[in-house]
Each structure stands twice: as C-alpha cells, then as structure tokens.
C-alpha cells in the first residue's frame, strides 16, 4: 500500500513514512492510492467479534509491510487496554430508529484517543526500530493535547510538548494535561490565545535548524493515521445493527472533517452507508458548503461545544481529492483560493457528488442547549455539547435507516454546558475521580519562539 498527496507533487510513501511525516511537502495529505475493498462476506464475519479483532482486519491493509501480523496485534491490545468499557467503543439506543456510539471510554474521555492510543503505540514500536528519537510538539485548544499527553506518556522513544492557552482551557482538560508525572511529557502554558499557539508552533516547523536538531514530528488531525484508527468504529457499530444485511445512517459532529472523514473511507471500502450526516455549531462552513457549493471562512465564534470551532477543516481536502477524481492539481487550485482569498467554489460535478453522498445540519447554541436538556428529560441521557450537536441534526434527517450518531465527548469534560442545560453537574468516572487531588506540573512560557525553543532543548536533553 503506498501514500500520495492530495495536491499530486509530493513523493510516494509507505504507511510507516506517511504517519512519522503528516503533512506532504507539496502542502497536502496524504491518503491512500487505493481503497481496500471488504467484501459482503468478511464485513458480515466482523459481527460478535472483540473490537481489537475487528480492528485488526479492517485496518491491516493500509499498514503494508510496516509492521508484522503479530507486531501489528499487539499494538492494538496495548492501545485499548485502558479504555473503560469492555465493548471500547459501545452502541447505546437513544431512541426509536437512533442510537449513539460512545467514543468517549479512552483515558481522556473524548474520542480522540480512540486514535491517538493507537498512535502513540505505533510511533513507540518504528521509532524504536529505526532507533530514532523524535520530540513531538502540538498546540490545543484543550482535548487534543490531553489525548497526546496520554497517549505518549512514559514511551522511550519520544518528548511530547503541548502548548495550551494559560487560562483559557477547563479545568478538566488542564489537569488532564499538567498532572501526568512521567518525564517525558510536558505541558506548556502560554500566555497568548490559542491561535497564538498555533502561529508558535508553525514557526517552530519552519525552523529548519530546530526541527532538525531535536527530531520535531507532529500528531496533528491531518495524520492519516488518525484517520485510520477511525474507520474501526464505522464498521463495528454499522456491523452491530445489521450491516451488510441492512444499510445505516451516521451523523458526525465535525469540527476538522477527520472522524466524518473516516466514515466515507468505510463506505467506500464497501460498508454499506445510506447518509452521512454533517453536523456543525454556529461555525457552520460545512453546512454553507453543502448547500451553495462556495466553501467561504468566516470569522470562528465561541461555542459551548469548543472543539468544532473551526473554520479551516483540514480533513476537507480529503474528500475533495475524490469528489475531483484524485486530480492533484484542482486540488492545489481550489487550495490556493482558499489561502488567497478566504474561499473556493466548488464544480457542479463534485458538488452533486458530495450531496450524493452527505447531508448536513447546523445547531446554535440555543438549540445545543435544548437538546442536552431534552435528552435529559426524556430519557435520563445526559450529552456533551458536541455530541448534542450531532443528535439535533440526526434527527432532522428523514431517511428510513438506523441513525448512529456519534458521542464524542463523557459530559463531564464540559461541565459548565452541561450544568447550565441540566442543572446538573455531571461527575468524572470513578477511574479519574481523584483528577483534582493529583498534583499539577507546569511551565509557563513566554509568547515567545525562541524562548519556548530554549526550553524543549534543555527538557529533552
Ligand atoms: C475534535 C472533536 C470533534 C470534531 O472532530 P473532527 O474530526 O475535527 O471533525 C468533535 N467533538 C469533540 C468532543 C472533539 O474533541
């Protein structure tokens, strides 16, 4: 299986040269030269299967020659094995016809590490190999950075660094960040804003001399396998509910398109979806795209549901490089009007292709809020404001197959949201009850590269 980019200009790659580099040097990301199909048959013999099993069939394809059977087996023990439900990633009926996958029972309780376990045990297992050491450096607005922290957390071959907005992240995902004791992982607080931590650490990236010398690599949502790790819960759940017998339907609460993302790469590997479903908050690019074909950045407005505050959804470009026949070069063009001028206009052709294929819906606040309140009252659930999203728009949809929609977040990673719908504070699962009482470990930096540069060299040596 080999690598290529999006935009068509950048060397071919392994998988194993694909996940330790992320984004291609022509400026896209890579995705896989073809897609491995999963006949009626074998998608069928998934069923009653232990994820990690399910997982291990869907996902050997794309790894190639990276790692061996066995190899490649334990890595996946090892990356559920902290999850707190047996099932990994269970399916739970909400209501009549809709039911929710729970991707939240990973260390940090969103679904993020659903991929970024997967990840870090593979990084440990190639680095190891190649006996390389790389520093991994992130920025977050709050539920990435924790997923990497855990993920990486006392692995020989890598120093994470994460930068986060002093003061702007919640309590729960800062403690999730500063109260890991192994050497190896780092919180940094920065005093700036989030974009301010970004603009660091894509500067840091540019700093050809730095990156070099400490072996920077990046775990970004553009990693492929990120993407990768996602598609075993398309299958799993799809399986549970009948599939291939039967088709279902998925809605996706979408910030970077990378878990929606993983959803058309199961369809396309032959698991029989009827609608995917793009659900946004007030940041709704995604939804205006579907429904004019002009893909125009507006300003990004604060939400109660934070990790779909986005308005540049790097997974897109994905979707685009099929919806364009994997033409590398109308890729490029459309991304260059982006940079240039804010926004691109999609063909006739790939707009009905992308509406073949998605259906999109939008949630504002207000509405967000009233669903977390419904669903509490009706039902006794009590959702995250992200996943709230997903079931307002779910259940606008007028199609006749199962709804799955997916809960990307445990409600107690956002307690304000929650509490202000409900009146309820919702608790921390007992395994991470005593989250407050652990000690925090943190530095402060300066909004400043070069100081910031100064410290991962000295942490790390
Ligand atoms: C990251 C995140 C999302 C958005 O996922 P994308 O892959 O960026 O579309 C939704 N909900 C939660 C809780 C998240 O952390």
Redesign the pocket.
């Known amino acids: 299986m080999k690598y290529i980019s999006t935009r068509g200009q950048a060397p071919e790659l392994s998988f194993e040269e694909a996940m330790l580099t992320g984004l291609a040097r022509d400026g896209g990301l890579y995705v896989p030269s073809e897609w491995p199909q999963m006949s009626k048959a074998e998608i069928a013999a998934l069923a009653g299967l232990p994820y990690e099993d399910a997982a291990f069939r869907i996902m050997r394809p794309f790894v190639g020659e990276t790692f061996t059977d066995t190899e490649f087996r334990e890595i996946i023990t090892r990356a559920y094995a902290g999850f707190g439900h047996a099932a990994r990633c269970p399916l739970v009926q909400l209501e009549p016809g809709h039911f929710l996958l729970e991707l939240f029972h990973g260390p940090t309780l ?3 590490d659903v991929a970024m376990q997967l990840i870090g045990q593979m990084f440990e297992v190639s680095l190891k190999r190649q006996n390389r050491r790389v520093t991994i450096v992130g920025a977050t607005s709050g ?1 990435t950075g924790s997923a990497a922290i855990e993920a990486f957390r006392g692995l020989d071959a890598v120093d994470v660094f994460i930068m986060y907005p002093d003061g702007r992240v919640s309590d729960v995902q800062r403690r999730q960040m500063t109260t890991p004791s192994e050497a190896n992982v780092h919180a940094l607080a920065v005093a700036g804003d989030f974009d301010d931590c970004q603009a660091l650490l894509k500067d840091m990236f540019n700093d050809f001399t730095f990156r070099d010398e400490v072996g920077l690599a990046g775990v970004n ?1 553009i990693n492929w396998a990120r993407v990768l790790a996602q598609v075993v819960y398309f299958f799993t759940s799809a399986v549970a509910l009948g599939c291939p017998h039967r088709p279902v339907s998925f809605t996706v ?8 993302f993983a959803g058309h790469v199961a369809k396309r590997m032959g698991l029989p979806i009827d609608r995917l479903v793009i659900a946004t908050n007030q940041n709704d690019i995604l939804h205006r795209t579907l429904q004019s074909g002009a893909h125009a950045k507006q300003g990004v407005t604060p939400s109660i549901s934070p ?2 505050d986005i308005q540049v959804s790097s997974n897109f470009e994905r979707l685009i490089f099929d919806l364009y026949d994997r033409e590398g070069a109308a890729v490029a063009q459309l991304m260059d009007s982006l940079k240039a001028e804010g926004s691109f206009t999609l063909s006739q052709g790939a707009l009905s292709r992308l509406t073949d294929e998605f259906d999109s819906g939008r949630a504002s606040e207000d509405e967000t809020s009233r669903t977390i309140s419904d669903a509490h009252k009706a039902y006794a659930e009590v959702l ?1 404001p ?1 996943t709230a999203v997903g079931v307002k728009v779910a259940r606008e949809q007028t199609g006749t197959s199962p709804m799955i929609t997916l809960a ?2 445990h409600p107690a990673k956002f307690p304000a949201a929650v509490k202000a719908a409900t009146g309820l504070h919702p608790d921390l699962p007992p395994r991470m009850g005593d989250l407050f009482e652990r000690p925090e470990r943190i530095t402060h930096v300066a909004n400043d590269l070069g100081a910031i540069e100064t410290i991962i060299r000295k942490a790390r040596a």
């Not at 609460?253 to 929606?260: A, K, L, R």
């Open positions: 969103a679904f993020k539920d949502s609460p979408t910030g970077n398109f990378g878990d929606i990790s779909m995250c992200h990307t977040a």
